[in-house]
């Protein structure tokens, strides 16, 4: 509780210096609101349409949860199919890697225009985004296990699934925990990336439409509770993945 207590302590602290650094900014250089507005219009804009503005974020923070979910679920499917069959890993290594090379807003339009504006684009957009993160670390920690626990695999001549439950999998646990929480932080990105190229609803459309109507105060709202969204899920599954890898020692 006192470690909890400590952490928020620091972030009001430095949430504090930020907005005073931001109002001050504004104060010095006498900046138009359109160009950046001040602390308090940007609060101001937050009460005047608070429902309008939560609304839209939660059309964000579920494509963002089904997105992380189904993204960390693929992550470990193809790590597991990776490991478990060369023949796979020879086929699909190569395409996971394409996927990984195009821009994401490359890839955005052609999903909007398959799955439409709806939630599904969004999702994959997400899955897309993530997933090449917990494949990446999951796999490496199923490939890195202790050589100790190879020689004894092999000593008992244990079959290759019975080595991956008994050895491999516990082994990779903290390595995937890396994954999922490198895929919180990014999970966003792709349902916003998604809504930027078409969506009848979300932060990103907020962003779109405020900035055509140079409405930037409700812009900069919309951005706050996208920051707020990610340092919320960020924290979750820190917390979440510390209690998976419980017997690691934090730093």
């Given amino acids: 509780m006192k470690h909890l207590l ?3 302590g620091r972030f009001a602290l430095g949430l504090g210096l930020f907005v005073a650094l931001w109002d001050g900014i504004v104060r010095l250089f006498a900046l ?13 804009a937050f009460a005047q349409r608070w429902d309008f503005l939560l609304h839209h974020a939660a059309l964000t923070l579920g494509e963002t949860l089904l997105g992380f979910v189904f993204g960390v679920a693929a992550g470990i499917v193809v790590a597991l199919l990776l490991w478990v069959s060369p023949l796979v890993r ?5 395409a996971i890697l394409v996927t990984q090379a195009l821009p994401v807003f490359a890839i955005a339009p052609i999903l909007v225009l398959w799955l439409g504006f709806g939630l599904a684009s969004k999702i994959v957009m997400a899955v897309l985004v993530i997933f090449f993160a917990v494949t990446s670390a999951f796999y490496d920690g199923l490939t890195r296990m202790d050589a100790g626990l190879v020689d004894l695999a092999r000593l008992y001549r244990v079959s290759r699934f019975t080595e991956l439950r008994l050895f491999r999998l516990p082994a990779a646990l903290p390595a995937l925990a890396s994954g999922i929480r490198i895929a919180a932080v990014f999970a966003p990105i792709g349902a916003i990336v998604g809504e930027w190229v078409g969506a009848k609803g979300g932060l990103a459309f907020i962003m779109l439409q405020s900035n055509a109507r140079m409405q930037t105060d ?3 709202a919309a951005l706050i509770l996208l920051a707020l969204m ?10 979440s993945t510390r209690r998976l890898v419980h017997w690691q020692a934090e730093t």
Wanted: proline content about 15%.
């Fill in 6 to 8: 400590v952490r928020l």
């Fill in 32 to 44: 138009p609101p359109f160009m950046l507005p001040s602390p308090a219009r940007v609060l101001s």
């Fill in 90 to 94: 020879r086929g699909l290594l190569p």
């Fill in 218 to 220: 409700v812009m900069f």
């Fill in 230 to 239: 990610v340092l919320v899920l960020r924290a979750v599954v820190d917390r």
